[in-house]
T-cell receptor
Framework: KAGVTQTPRYLIKTRGQQVTLSCSPI?????VSWYQQTPGQGLQFLFE???????NKGNFPGRFSGRQFSNSRSEMNVSTLELGDSALYLC???????????FGSGTQLSVL | GQQLNQSPQSMFIQEGEDVSMNCTSS?????WLWYKQDPGEGPVLLIA?????ELTSNGRLTAQFGITRKDSFLNISASIPSDVGIYFC???????????FGTGTRLKVLA
């Protein structure tokens, strides 16, 4: 069974640009969540989707958005990039709430 | 951002030694997860715990869901060099649809 797949693996952007990250969950998993990981703040929750509905959102500015498609694949978008957005963005999937959470390898975003 | 208290922050141990780390929360959790992360990679799930007092093993790893539901513990027995990495705990409460992660324990094993 394939794991969680995230693309691209690495991204370099400049301030003010926008970026879209993609995530394909494990087959059969309908919950997809996104986390930001930085050395200073650790792993921070961005948002969670289930059946195309956002069920929870973390404490991030509106520049961070996401969506989920009918096949459970998800994308997250960051607009007007800032230097502080440089981080490892991790996607995770699970079958449902409270269950095991499986992570992808992440997208390493560098904002110059 | 919100993080769980995880200790120790880092530890150097000799190969063959046992390791213990723990995680505490101010909130009650329904599920605890333990992960290992290598540099530049995503966290890999080690153990999942679903009820208070539960003790679960995965090879040389053993984790426990604290009785108060506000803490969890991970033990690694007879450590080997490939145990090197950062270990994270994570907890969730039903209906929140998110996990809160610990600050991490960086483990270094000296051969």
């Amino acid at each position: 069974k394939a794991g969680v797949t995230q693309t691209p693996r690495y991204l370099i952007k400049t301030r003010g640009q926008q970026v879209t990250l993609s995530c394909s969950p494990i087959s059969g998993h309908r919950s997809v969540s996104w986390y930001q990981q930085t050395p200073g703040q650790g792993l921070q929750f961005l948002f969670e989707y289930f059946s195309e509905t956002q069920r929870n959102k973390g404490n991030f500015p509106g520049r961070f958005s996401g969506r989920q498609f009918s096949n459970s694949r998800s994308e997250m978008n960051v607009s007007t990039l800032e230097l502080g957005d440089s981080a490892l963005y991790l996607c995770a999937s699970s079958r449902q709430d409270n269950e095991k959470l499986f992570f992808g390898s992440g997208t390493q975003l560098s904002v110059l | 951002g919100q993080q769980l208290n995880q200790s120790p922050q880092s530890m150097f141990i000799q190969e063959g030694e046992d390791v213990s780390m723990n995680c505490t929360s101010s909130s009650i959790f329904n599920t605890w997860l333990w992960y290992k992360q290598d540099p530049g990679e995503g966290p890999v799930l080690l153990i999942a715990l679903y009820k208070a007092g539960e003790l679960t093993s995965n090879g040389r790893l053993t984790a426990q869901f604290g009785i108060t539901r506000k803490d969890s513990f991970l033990n690694i027995s007879a450590s080997i060099p490939s145990d090197v990495g950062i270990y994270f705990c994570a907890g969730t409460t039903s209906g929140t649809y998110k996990y809160i992660f610990g600050t991490g324990t960086r483990l270094k094993v000296l051969a």
